[in-house]
């Protein structure tokens, strides 16, 4: 049996993009893929996350939001930093570990500016799901878009 390839996917506070990655490759990617997230900070599950990963039939209940320090022991494959505070900031890995940089735009940045302009929460989600469906493109290029 191939040992599987382990991914920690790192933001800065560990409650949307990066557990959006979590959820979708332990979703799509489990036989091949082991996925942590964890952030430069801990904000918790971020509710519209949530909401949106169960439309598509995605249950990231059971995760939780980590800090970085959390994961100073494990021996890990490659780190993937989804914000760029997250990449600035991103401490230094044993030379084993790939670092890879794939950024994406931040869903509850984009809806707070959709709210200060009035739009329903149904408008605001739209900011999730379409991060949450450009993540989902991400993790099914993976690993071999990682070219380890």
């Not at 021996?75 to 044993?94: K, R, S, Y």
């Not at 739209?126 to 493109?137: F, G, H, K, N, S």
Request: a negative charge; charged letters at 25%.
């Amino acid at each position: 049996m191939k040992k599987k390839l382990k991914i920690l996917y790192l933001c800065t506070g560990n409650s949307c993009r990066s557990q959006m990655a979590e959820g979708w490759t332990r979703h799509l990617k489990n036989d091949q893929i082991e996925a942590f997230s964890a952030g430069i900070e801990t904000h918790g599950l971020n509710p519209h996350m949530v909401k949106v990963m169960a439309e598509v039939g995605v249950d990231v209940t059971g995760q939780k939001s980590e800090n970085i320090r959390d994961f100073a022991d494990t021996a890990l494959d490659v780190v993937v930093t989804v914000c760029g505070h997250a990449h600035e900031t991103c401490p230094i890995f044993p030379t084993n570990c790939q670092v890879v940089h794939s950024g994406f735009p931040d869903p509850p940045k984009m809806a707070k500016e959709l709210a200060d302009k009035g739009a329903s929460e149904e408008e605001q989600l739209t900011c999730y799901r379409q991060v949450r469906d450009e993540i989902r493109a991400y993790v099914e290029s993976l690993p071999e878009s990682l070219n380890l």
